[in-house]
């Protein structure tokens, strides 16, 4: 989808989307980082439906980026390393389908990209076992109530954000530095 001004639409779900949307949001060529849910059979599903593992919708972000700054290649290489792709319906204390590693793509090149990446990814052994994330169209995007946006700026000392986030954010900014947004 182009969105207007040039920008594109990618939607990951990597567990938890307060800390997803975190990482992306420091990246340069990212305009927007939505949370939301993806993936279900409710339509527009409330957080406390989509936590009881029922609905079928994973926790993902919605990002909108200018494809001349960062391509969706960068953007699937930030995915796949700031968070662990090796989980089935997991990440860290964060059990449930909602917390999959998933890729809902827009069109078959987005797909062909996210294939090449994990095959890549697999062949160079860098996880040190399989990549479980699901490759799935995406069908509808539901934003998240409006609490759940900025979470990680809005609540930095709550004791999730400070334990589980920060150290990721830290881990991210680090490892990309040449690629934050000035």
């Not at 990680?152 to 150290?167: G, H, T």
């Amino acid at each position: 989808m182009n969105s207007g001004e040039g920008l594109k639409r990618a939607v990951f779900g990597g567990g938890c989307f307060w800390c997803t949307e975190a990482v992306f949001q420091d990246l340069a060529g990212v305009r927007s980082v939505l949370p939301g849910y993806s993936g279900g059979t409710v339509p527009n599903p409330s957080y406390q439906q989509v936590c009881t593992d029922t609905t079928g919708h994973a926790e993902v972000v919605e990002l909108k980026y200018d494809p001349q700054v960062v391509s969706f290649e960068d953007l699937l290489g930030v995915f796949f390393s700031t968070h662990d792709p090796t989980t089935v319906d997991r990440q860290g204390n964060d059990v449930g389908s909602q917390y999959r590693s998933v890729i809902f793509y827009e069109d078959e090149e987005q797909k062909r990209q996210a294939e090449e990446m994990i095959s890549r990814l697999e062949s160079e052994g860098v996880f040190g076992a399989p990549i479980v994330t699901r490759l799935e169209p995406l069908e509808e995007f539901y934003e998240a109530e409006g609490y759940h946006r900025n979470y990680f700026r809005n609540n930095p000392d709550q004791p999730y954000c400070s334990v589980v986030i920060a150290p990721k954010v830290a881990k991210f900014r680090q490892k990309y530095s040449e690629k934050l947004r000035v």
